[in-house]
Every structure is written in C-alpha cells, then in structure tokens.
C-alpha cells in the first residue's frame, strides 16, 4: 500500500515481529506489514549450517545462481514450526555470544556483530511470509496462530536483554561515535532507538508487563488478519448470465474463470476481493446486486459470527495504550510518530485536517453530478424507479458522469490497458530513469512458489552489472491476500561482501482465459505502477548496512507514489498503451480525454482515503478504555460529516493496515504525508527541460531520494533533492482543489 521495511536483521527482526506476524511488507492493498528479507545478515558460516536439520529446505543457505536464490520449489509447511525453532535458538546464541563479548563495546563488535546476526532466522521468514500473503492455507493459519506467541517471546528475549542494551547504549554514548561516518551513526542511532522505544530501560516488572502484552498483541494481530481472510474466502456471489448486464467482456470472462476455479463451470463468481468488487459496482446495471456485493464487501471483519473483529480491536487498542504508558508517553500515536518525518501526531493531523474540507466539498459535488443524471436517466426512461445515490451506486454512477462529462468511457480506456505490455512500459520507465535493464530468467533456472511466479534479472543497462532480480506474482487465488504489495526477500548490502537484490511484487488481477489479454482499469495500472516504484526503491539501494534498507513510514510510500506520475507520460501513453486486438496505439482524442479527466473523482478517492487515516490517528490518540470500535467509528464520521454515500477506504473492521500487525498503526496518514511530496517532486519533473525523462531530474532522484534509503533523515534528503521542503500547495493544486493557506511539510 510499502514499503520500507526490507533487508532487517535478526535483532530488529525481533523487535519487528508483531507486524511480521501479518503478512508483506509494502502495500497498496488492505494488509500491509513487515516480514524481514533476507540480507539482514550475511550468509551463517558452515559449521553453522551444519548444525541445522540438512534436509530442511527452509534452513538451507541459498544456492544457485545470482548470488543464491531461494529454494520456493522445495518448500514445506511441515517444515516451518521446526526451522523457526531451530533458526529462532540459533540467533538468540548469537546475540548471546555479542552481549557477553569481554571486549569493549565497538561499532564492529557489537552494531555491526548484530548486522551480521540471524541469516537463517531471516531466510525462514522469507518462505512465512509466502505462506502467509500468497499461499495461505488453514494449516498454515493453525501454526501461524501457535507460533504467534513464540514469536513474541523470542522479541523480548532481546528487546530486553540488558547485557546487549547495555552495549548498544555504550557505543551510542561513546566518543567513538563522533569518529564514525554520517551513515554509521545514523545505524548506531536506529539501533539504540529500537531498544530504548521497546522496552529496553523499563524496570523487571514492567518488563515482564511489556512483554505479556507483546505476547498477548501477536495473538490478536494474527486472528484480526485471518479473520478477514476467512471472510474474503467465504462470501462469494455466484450469478448466471442473466444477471450479468453491464458487465464488459473482459469482467465476465474474468469471472467464468473464477467459478471455474471454484468448481462453479457455468456460472461466474464475484469474489470478495477489491479487484472483483471494484469493476462489478462500476458496471453491472443490477442494483440490487450492487448492494449486495457492496455489503459483502465492506461488512468484513464485522458479521457478527465468529470471524467479527470489533472485540479483537477493542482489546488492540487497550493493549497498545497500556504498553506505551509502560514508557511514559501519554498515547500510542505520540510514540508512533516520534521518529517519523511529522514528529507528533497533530502535525499529522493537521495535514489531514487541512484537506479534508476541500475533499468533502469535492464529494458533494460529484454526488450532485450524479444524483442529476440519474434523475435525467429518469426522466428519459418512465419505467426506471427514482433513486437516491447510495454507496453502491458511486462507483457506477461516477463511471456515467465520466462519459457524459468528458466522453470517457472506462471500459474503452481498458481496452488500451494490458497487463503485459504495462510491465514493459514499467521496464522502460526504469530504463530511462534508473538505468537498469530487465531480462526473463531461463525457465527453470530460477526456483518459483507457483506457476504464476515469474522472474526476471535485473542489470546496470550501461555495463551490464548485475544488480538483482524481480519477482512478479500477479493473479488472484484463493489463499492469497487481497490487494497489492512489495517485498524483499534480500536487499542490498556490502559490509560483510557484496548482497545482491531479490524483490518482488504481488497483485491481485483477474487471470484471463488462456490466449487472451489481462486487461486493467486505470487505477489498477496506477497501483501497479506503485508497487514497481518499492521495486525500484529496493533495487537502487546503495547501503552499507541491513538495517539502513528499512524505511520511514511516512516517507517510504513518497518513493512508489511519484513512480505512477510515469503512466501518464507520452513516452509510455504512445509506446504501450495499444489495442489489445488491433495494436493500434491509443487514439489522440482519448489521450486528451484522459489527462483532461485526471482530477476527476478526486472527491471520493480522496476522502475515502482521509476517512480511514484520520480515523487511525483518533483511534491511536483517545484512551480506549471501554471503546466500542462501532460506536467509535460511527461518532468519529459523525463529527467528520462524512458524506453518507461514501465509507471509509478501509473500515475499522477489515483495517489490516493497522491492526493485523504495526506496521502501519498510526501511521496510514503516511500516504498523504508522502503525497505532498510527491506532488512537489513530480512539478519538479514537469518544470524540467526534458520533462519526466530529464536527465539531470533523473540522476538526482535516484542519487538523493532512491538510493540512500534510511542511510539520510528523510527531510535532509528530501532538501537535498529539491533545495527546500516540500509544500502542500502543490498537492491541493494536483488534485484540483483550493488552497487557503501556505505550509510546508
């Protein structure tokens, strides 16, 4: 939604492992959390190794080519509980081994040690998170539900191991810190950090508290995200082709495969995913279908039955606040975000706050425009029934107003949308502006996790270097997660030897019938876009440590955001955007129309959006005591006047961004947060001599924004590339709306 929190090795693993207990890493799509890659550390020596259980796929040392490969082809869930067992008492010798050190605590001997800690415990966490965001089984939900409490343990067992703080906070105290370089201390910084705000100076007993509640939150963080899962899997809505009407071919071939899938031939299955949800309330002519898709949709996490999240959200957020009042901060949100790039949770909420009324003036405006041709579609048809606009008619509505208004068909704009030729069109992006060359890995040289996986290595365009490679899993399938999202199961490193990049991206399109094209919607082509930007983020590292790979949450979505403004250049418009029958490129007059229609529904995407941030950041700042999330998210849009034909992005039940783990937790306001940057970044781009494509823009993004990673305060490399901070007038004006006031962010 990254995304970033890649390359982290076995001690920040554990401090990681609530938000690890979810899913990936970086995402667009409802469940974004942390699973740690693999070049946190460098590879355990072999009489290491041959400790471990030498038939275990899941503990062995990566071979093969580019530099060693996972071995997803080989990998077994029974496998699991005994490799994080084994991996988990491996690492905690070596974190022993650096705490009891009789030297004098070092940057080497004990930062540095710790860097180097925990190869296999990460090489196993890169097949978890497989199993647990695209493989996803009952089985695996049972060990993930066992392990969850382990996990936790294993995290305190070094948050709060005095002897290791104790050196950690002896070389950050040191006069050897002042003799390191700028990225060396930011490390010594980030690893102090990591120990003081989890836990690390509390005293016996509220250490012990702290981890209960560590303990107890893995639990609840593992139940929230199966739940919605449980959900998303368990309502489909099976239709005959009478009940099809406004579906275009593509929607309904889609879903003639989806129920074949589901042992369904004959008929045609809408999932309750996003990507099936979305086109059907955009096309289907059956309101009462709508509805019931809709419902379905946004009622997950909150039936009622046994897979309902309200309880598990309320006791969340108790436990948070008990555990940061632990370490003297008066609430959760306040811990969160002071070392991010807004600092306290109002400066956050003013940004929020500051677009929210020009969102909803924007909202009612677009309800107006639909309400209006509804009643004209009335008046033309006297056997239709007046309608009032409901949440489920936005979507279809809104895809009327934009024909009548800019003669812009959607599903015209789709045809001009492959899913394969967008994936060129990203390569060529990344050619031009980051130099690097995408080439398909010989079949079978590369070991995959499902036949969907594709992989290609990526090369310094100029010289040919090898730099790493990308993996691709684009299709939905049962077990998988919904939405999108990026991960790493190695980043880049050079302290210990240099560490090649293994990144992937995952979606969630609708798998077309063999032979034909994948067509997507112009969001989609935007998230894809997205997603490949915290590819990109990854692949251009330059660090010398594990940890500087990880990202700033508010800052780390900026990177993968300015990557979308590329869809809508001419370079990518006119080289690949092409008729999926014809070839013909897309038509100039549609090109206009698109670009001409580019703030459209602004309105909605925007406060469907600031709904669910701002209602993440009240959460995260009110005492929960005695919260009901129902009642709490009911009042809270009352007070917001959320226009009632919209709902939030993600309601509170189905929030997996913040409450299947915490990577997110008061922090989805990071988008915007990212977003005011990327506006400014983007006019930067559009005031070039050479555009998008510049090359002097080009090697600045990457040198400042791109390649430092967390090795630069996000604010000073922000500067360093645009000679100022960033302001939000550049965003108001990107999105079409009025600005009253100048700040800066």
């Not at 997803?72 to 650096?98: H, P, R, S, Y």
């Not at 969102?359 to 041709?373: D, F, G, K």
């Not at 781009?685 to 823009?697: T, V």
Request: include cysteine.
């Amino acid at each position: 939604m990254r995304r970033k929190n890649s390359a982290i090795p076995s001690f920040a693993s554990a401090l990681l492992v609530l938000p690890l207990l979810g899913t990936s890493v970086l995402s667009c799509g409802p469940t974004p959390t942390v699973v740690p890659d693999n070049t946190a550390a460098t590879e355990t020596p072999p009489s290491a190794e041959a400790s471990g259980d030498q038939n275990n796929a899941l503990l062995a040392a990566w071979a093969g080519p580019y530099g060693g490969v996972p071995a997803f082809d080989q990998m077994q869930l029974k496998d699991l509980e005994k490799a994080m067992t084994l991996a988990m008492n491996e690492n905690l010798a070596e974190i022993d081994a650096i705490a009891d050190n009789q030297e004098p605590p070092t940057f080497e001997n004990t930062i540095v040690a710790q860097e180097r800690s925990g190869a296999r415990l990460n090489r196993v966490f890169s097949f978890w998170g497989i199993w647990s965001s695209n493989l996803s089984t009952p089985e695996f939900r049972e060990i993930q539900g066992r392990m969850a409490p382990i996990l936790s343990e294993f995290s305190s067992q070094i948050t709060q191991n005095e002897r290791l703080f104790s050196r950690v906070k002896a070389v950050h105290d040191s006069p050897e810190l002042k003799s390191l370089s700028p990225a060396q201390q930011r490390l010594v910084q980030l690893t102090y950090d990591s120990f003081a705000r989890n836990g690390a100076t509390l005293n016996p007993a509220a250490k012990k508290r702290y981890a209960a509640i560590n303990q107890r939150l893995a639990e609840l963080h593992t139940k929230f995200s199966n739940n919605v899962l449980a959900d998303e899997e368990g309502y489909v809505l099976y239709l005959s082709e009478s009940q099809l009407g406004g579906l275009p071919a593509s929607v309904k071939a889609a879903a003639a495969k989806a129920a074949t899938d589901r042992d369904h031939a004959g008929e045609f299955a809408i999932a309750n995913t996003r990507s099936s949800m979305d086109p059907f309330l955009t096309y289907s002519n059956e309101r009462g279908l709508r509805e019931q898709v809709w419902r379905s949709y946004y009622s997950r996490g909150g039936n009622g039955d046994k897979f309902d999240n309200n309880a598990i959200i309320a006791e969340i957020l108790r436990l948070r606040h008990e555990r940061i009042t632990l370490l003297g901060y008066k609430n959760y949100a306040e811990w969160r975000l002071e070392n991010r790039m807004a600092k306290t949770p109002e400066r956050a909420l003013e940004l929020l706050e500051a677009v929210w009324p020009a969102a909803i003036a924007r909202a009612h405006e677009e309800v107006q425009e639909m309400q209006a041709l509804a009643d004209k579609e009335l008046a033309a048809d006297k056997t239709s029934k007046k309608i009032k606009i409901e949440p489920w008619d936005y979507r279809y509505y809104a895809d009327k107003v934009r024909k009548d208004k800019y003669d812009l068909d959607s599903n015209e704009v789709k045809e001009y949308l492959q899913l394969d030729k967008l994936r060129e069109a990203m390569f060529m992006v990344a050619g031009e502006l980051f130099g690097f060359s995408f080439t398909p890995v010989p079949e079978g040289s590369v070991p995959v996790f499902h036949e969907d996986v594709k992989v290609w290595e990526v090369t310094n365009k100029s010289n040919g270097t090898h730099i790493g490679l990308w993996y691709l899993d684009p299709y939905a399938r049962p077990g998988k997660r919904s939405g999108a999202w990026a991960t790493s199961y190695r980043g880049h490193a050079t302290f210990d030897g240099a560490k090649t990049v293994l990144s992937s991206n995952n979606s969630n399109f609708s798998k077309a019938a063999p032979g034909q094209a994948v067509l997507i919607s112009w969001d989609d082509a935007t998230t894809y876009f997205h997603e490949f930007g915290h590819a990109l983020h990854a692949l251009s590292s330059k660090v010398t440590y594990p940890t500087l790979n990880n990202g700033v949450r508010d800052y780390t979505e900026f990177h993968s955001q300015l990557l979308e403004r590329w869809l809508l250049t001419d370079k990518v418009i006119q080289g690949y955007l092409v008729h999926y029958k014809t070839g013909a490129p897309m038509p100039a007059d549609l090109i206009a129309k698109i670009k001409k229609a580019s703030t459209f529904n602004q309105g909605f995407s925007t406060t469907e959006y600031l709904a669910s941030a701002i209602m993440d950041m009240r959460y995260h700042m009110t005492d929960p005591t005695g919260i009901d999330p129902a009642t709490f998210e009911r009042e809270t849009l009352s007070k917001l006047k959320m226009p009632k034909q919209i709902v939030m992005r993600h309601r509170s039940t189905q929030f997996s961004h913040i409450f299947s783990g915490e990577g997110y937790s008061a922090g989805y306001y990071g988008y915007m947060w990212s977003d005011v940057l990327t506006a400014d970044a983007a006019e930067s781009f559009a005031e070039a001599p050479g555009g998008f494509y510049d090359p002097q823009q080009a090697t600045k993004l990457v040198q400042f924004l791109f390649s430092p990673r967390n090795a630069v305060d996000p604010a000073d490399a922000y500067r360093d590339f645009r000679g100022r901070d960033a302001e939000i007038e550049a965003l108001m004006r990107d999105r079409g709306f009025s600005s009253k006031s100048k700040s800066k962010k």
